[in-house]
């Protein structure tokens, strides 16, 4: 008799859909049975040691993983909403391994190859999901580090780009960096501050 095939799944998340500054970024993830990552939970829950720490061991002992993103230019002209749809299916399509199923966090789906689900509070439901919300997360707190190291006057690497009091504050003293939203409430009324000041 022949044997039963798994059914490939990925599960994808995004980080970043609300901080005024820098990318958006997606992950997806297959997971190994026979290689567990004990621990799986919503990355917003675990925190940021405890996020190291998996997302090492989820890179090590996964079938397959990839991280992918959509600049803050892609954020401004196509939205944030398609921007994130745009990273999921980046980060799908740079899988290793093709999956059968990708299951994704939230309401909406990427257009993809292959079949999809959306499943609402998915991160905290389905352990393959959780992988790729901490991945997703610990890879763009990485990326929002090495900004600061750019742009050192909005601390960048303490509030990643969320709109903090600290954040706020410094975008009123210094305005807007390049990697700042222009899309974005409060980012965009500096530009239009700028366009009327002009005319």
Known sequence: MASAVRVVVCGVDEAGRGPLAGPVY??????????????????KVLNAERRELLA?????????????????EEIDSINIFRASLLAMRRAVEALSVAPHEAWIDGQHCPDL??????????????KVISAASILAKTERD???ARLHERYPHYGFDRHKG????E?????????PCDIHRRSFEPVRAFFVKDLFSES
């Open 26 to 43: 997606a992950a997806a993830v297959i997971l190994d049975p026979a290689r567990r990552v004990n621990g799986l939970a919503d990355s």
């Open 56 to 72: 090492g061991r989820i890179k090590e002992r996964a079938v397959a993983w990839a991280v992918a993103f959509a600049s803050v």
């Open 113 to 126: 190859a292959c079949r999809t689900r959306a499943i609402v509070d998915g991160d905290a439901l389905h």
């Open 142 to 144: 990485a990326e929002m």
């Open 162 to 165: 969320y709109s903090t009091p």
């Open 167 to 175: 954040h706020l504050e410094s975008l009123t003293r210094h305005g």
